[in-house]
């Protein structure tokens, strides 16, 4: 049996709006300059501290960031997010061929909160969060804790992704990865991490599905 991981932002949902709000929160909260918004979204798919770390924030201050963020995030979140364009007929089409997961950077949390919203959670054995890990994407961790708690094989297994780091982690656990244009990243920047480019998470399925 196939195993199909996806990542979240970008790749099935998109929720821009609430995270550059909520990073505009966050910012405002303790008095400093918002960045632009299109400095923000180069950053999506990184860890939030690690984010406001790129963005000129102090590391021992980043925390206290977050949380800011986090707060105002879960408010909105529901509201701000939808799945993307063919994202509900990806995921009804890739639950026919293999098992489902999720391996996302956000709070796994408000990632099954978001997807139990928006009617989808159920298709999914398995999602591995920022705080079910020490190390996020691009280490391997994310997606070799999915593996196994799938008890999937690394050779049927795909990641499907719209940044360079869900490609790289997916190469260093051994699996098979797509990068999609739907998301945050290049065409140019996902073609340095793997061979396979599409549009979206249902062009990646139907992909995935050649290899049966």
């Known amino acids: 049996m196939k195993t199909i991981l996806f990542d979240l932002d970008g790749t099935l949902i998109d929720s821009t709006d609430a995270i550059l709000e909520s990073f505009g929160v966050a910012y405002e909260t303790f008095g400093r300059f918002v960045p632009e918004n299109e400095q923000i979204k180069k950053l999506i798919g990184h860890p939030l501290d690690k984010m406001f770390m790129m963005l000129g924030i102090d590391a021992l201050e980043a925390n206290d960031y977050v949380n800011a963020y986090k707060g105002h995030y879960r408010l909105i979140s529901r509201k701000?997010?939808?799945?993307?364009?063919?994202?509900f007929e990806a995921i009804k089409h890739a639950s026919k061929i293999a098992t489902l997961g999720v391996v996302t950077t956000k709070t796994a949390q408000y990632s099954e909160e978001l997807l139990e919203h928006l009617g989808v959670m159920h298709h999914f054995k398995v999602l591995i969060g920022r705080e079910s890990v020490t190390h996020p994407k691009p280490h391997p961790e994310p997606i070799q804790k999915a593996l196994l708690a799938l008890n999937a094989d690394p050779i049927q297994t795909w990641m499907v992704g719209d940044t360079p780091m869900d490609l790289i982690s997916a190469k260093e656990a051994g699996v098979k990865s797509i990068g999609v244009l739907c998301g945050y990243s290049t065409k140019l920047e996902l073609e340095k991490h793997t061979s396979?480019?599409?549009?979206?998470?249902?062009?990646?399925?139907?992909?995935?599905?050649k290899h049966l």
């Open 196 to 209: 396979l480019v599409v549009h979206d998470a249902l062009d990646a399925v139907k992909e995935i599905a």
């Open 80 to 87: 701000k997010t939808t799945l993307l364009p063919l994202a």
